[in-house]
């Protein structure tokens, strides 16, 4: 069974990973040439857009995997696409009617009322966004990852495409005059990262359309209350984790200075950019992991598989943030000059995805169960801690104390959610084992850490990459872990 889950995790994960490097091309690239304060309005917008789609998608997806998992027959289970799929399709035209009814308004309180076409363009990304997840869940539920692999590719290829010409192109076509040079605007460099985007979606639906043959988005009103039923907790404790995980930016905004404030967030933007990469990993096992979990299981085997899941998720965690943590100036080089003064928060950024990955895996056995309301207390205690501790830190730490904020956030949902599981859905994980892999990663961050104080440049990156190979050779020794079944898996799946 956890070979299944590991060989969909890393067909996903070459997706993920992928579409990430190509995505990261964009990083380096914009922080090279944006000053820190426009890249700070575009982690400032995509910061905002996350917040409408968890609205938006009203906890569906899961609702889509839950009740897909339990249907009987071909035709119940398209009746429950149909029925998400329609119901998230109408709430998001729903929004974007309401964005260009008001979109002057929300440009004024915003604070780009000279860049109105910044909302209606942000608003039309979220409704292509919202309208096409319902089908990358059918994809995901229905295992098929090469197709869903090849969408997700093909839309970052796009949005680069798309940034690659307004920001090289365009200028130069414009310098001949004509028609380009009328439509061409150098002031207008935020939003042709957005227009890009916009494109990337609008070919993204286009792609997916042809994978909906036959059905057509339309609630079956009974099935949609059932389906609501369940999801509206997650829907409640999406809003609040996406706080969680987005809010430090608004605070970065509200409660710094001024004039520093969208530098400040431009460099907390591309610091956390790069710690990504260690969230990639929690993303791709999301995509094998829930339909996978929130299918038909009986109680035993799931508590044993959940167990074992998230022992191999932390091993697997632990060697990225090693990997990372350990070569700061190597990763530092993903980002601008400019950029480089906040790489030191890098390690806290890469603790609080871990912590976060840790909180997924823990969120599993209510989503099986159906008593999601347990979500609403994880996120809910986890939001609470994540303004306090923001409205605390970072006046005084300013965006080093959002990183903290959101370390601090993230290991109390660890905290709660565990207490959660341990007393209504005992789970038999290996406290001992888990506990000492976590150790052996931070004896060795510390070593690494210390002894590079000392070292000069080569003999440090040696040691650091020596100790990382030396904890995955043990993690995989003690494990038994068969490497080459696990790719020989995934490549059987991916076919």
Sequence with gaps: MLRKLAGQTMIYGVSSIVARLLNYLLTPYLTRIMPTDEYGAITYFYSLIPFALVVLTMGMESGYFRFAGKAATPEERKKVFATTWGAVSYAGLGFMALVLLFRGDLAQALGYAATPSYIWIVGAIIMLDVVTAIPFARLREENRAVRYVVVRVASVAINIAGCIFFFELLPRLAGHGGAWAAIYDPSYGVGYVLVANLIASLATLLILLPTCRGVVPRVDRRLFRQILAYSMPLLVSGIAGTANEFIDRQMIMFLMPAGEAAS????????????????????????????????????????????????????????????????????????????????????????????????????????????????????????????????????????????????????????????????????????????????????????????????????????????????????????????????????????
């Design 264 to 495: 400040a967030l431009g460099i907390y933007g591309a610091v956390v950019k790069i710690g990504v990469v260690l969230m990639l990993f929690t993303q791709m096992y999301r995509m094998a992991a829930e339909p996978f979990f929130l299918a038909s299981f009986k109680k035993e085997d799931f508590a044993r598989s959940n167990a074992e899941a998230l022992k191999y998720f932390i091993i697997v965690s632990v060697a990225i943030f090693l990997a990372i943590a350990l070569f700061p100036r190597v990763f530092a080089l993903i980002v601008g000059a400019d950029f480089r003064v906040g790489i030191y928060i890098l390690p806290v950024v890469l603790l609080a995805n871990v912590c976060s990955g840790v909180v997924l895996n823990l969120s599993f056995w209510y989503k099986q169960t159906g008593q999601t309301r347990f979500a609403i207390w994880v996120t809910g205690i986890g939001l609470a801690v994540t303004v306090a501790a923001n409205v605390w830190l970072v006046p005084r730490l300013g965006y080093y104390g959002a990183a903290i904020a959101r370390l601090a956030c993230e290991a109390t949902m660890v905290a709660v959610s565990y207490y959660l599981c341990r007393r209504y859905y005992p789970i038999p994980y290996d406290l001992r084992r888990i506990g000492g892999y976590v150790l052996l990663g931070g004896v060795i961050y510390g070593v690494g850490t210390i002894a590079g104080r000392w070292l000069p440049e080569v003999a440090k990156y040696s040691l650091n990459l020596a100790l990382v190979i030396l904890f995955v050779l043990y993690a995989v020794r003690r494990e038994r872990i068969d490497v080459r079944g696990l790719v020989r898996s995934a490549l059987r799946r991916g076919r």
